[in-house]
């Protein structure tokens, strides 16, 4: 079974300073990463993906995620965040031999302080 | 194309009311999912369509009765809620065989039952 840890519930952080959302899954199994984000009213959008290759994903508005196998973690890094950066964010898992069935993680809430 | 459309934006019914909810893309793809999301919560899937043909369903109560017409639609025909029912109803769809297995997620139909 599959699931998905983000530790941070709500992270705020101010205008221009960096930021690291995490994420850790469990999995006996080889998978896929994803992150995605939500404004308010909205639907998810897909920031980045992790299928295989480089370990360094980079993904839309200048964020970028480290897939470490060994620690089982994805976490998403941005250098400097801006005032439209504040959204949910969810960390997601699919087994690699079937993709269907998502495991989100609980959500974390950035808000960027101005 | 990489748009997932639904319909209504906002509903509003009450427990007696039977209306249904619509989603639609164009991208070829052949898998289509219902989730269920509260405030503040990730996502909960409720039912994922492969070629056309109910392949999960979460024991999601009778009252919420999917139906796929085609492989371009989804709906989701609603009876008999209950106030807890009240959410925002995401559709998504990704493309199983692709190998590229992330989610597209619609607007959402926020849900108010009174």
């Known amino acids: 079974a599959q699931s998905v840890t983000q530790l941070d519930s709500q992270v705020p952080v101010f205008e221009e300073a960096p930021v690291e959302l995490r994420c850790n899954y469990s999995?006996?199994?080889?998978?896929?990463l994803f992150w995605y984000v939500q404004y308010p009213n909205q639907g998810l959008q897909l920031l980045l993906k992790?299928?295989?290759?480089?370990?360094l994903v980079k993904g839309i508005n200048g964020f970028e995620a480290e897939f470490n196998k060994s620690q089982t973690s994805f976490h998403l890094r941005k250098p400097s965040v801006h005032i439209s950066d504040t959204a949910e964010y969810f960390c997601?898992?699919?087994?690699?031999?079937?993709?269907?069935?998502?495991?989100f993680g609980t959500g974390t809430s950035l808000t960027v302080i101005p | 194309d990489t748009e997932v459309t639904q319909t209504p934006k906002h509903l509003v019914m009450g427990m007696t009311n039977k209306k249904s909810l619509k989603c639609e893309q164009h991208?070829?793809?052949?898998?289509m999912y219902w989730y269920k999301q509260k405030a503040k919560k990730p996502p909960e899937l409720m039912f994922v369509?492969?070629?056309?043909?109910?392949?999960i369903n979460e024991s999601v109560p009778s009252r919420f009765s999917p139906e796929c017409p085609n492989s371009s639609l989804l709906n989701l025909h609603l009876h008999a809620l209950q106030p807890e029912d009240s959410a925002l109803y995401l559709c998504?769809?990704?493309?199983?065989?692709?190998?590229?297995?992330?989610?597209?997620f619609g607007p959402g139909t926020r849900l108010t039952v009174t």
């Open positions: 999995s006996s199994v080889s998978v896929y």
């Open positions: 997601a898992v699919t087994r690699s031999n079937t993709g269907n069935q998502f495991y």
């Open positions: 998504a769809s990704s493309q199983p065989t692709s190998g590229i297995h992330e989610q597209y």
């Open positions: 992790y299928l295989s290759g480089s370990t």
């Open positions: 369509y492969s070629y056309e043909k109910l392949s």
């Open positions: 991208m070829g793809h052949r898998a």
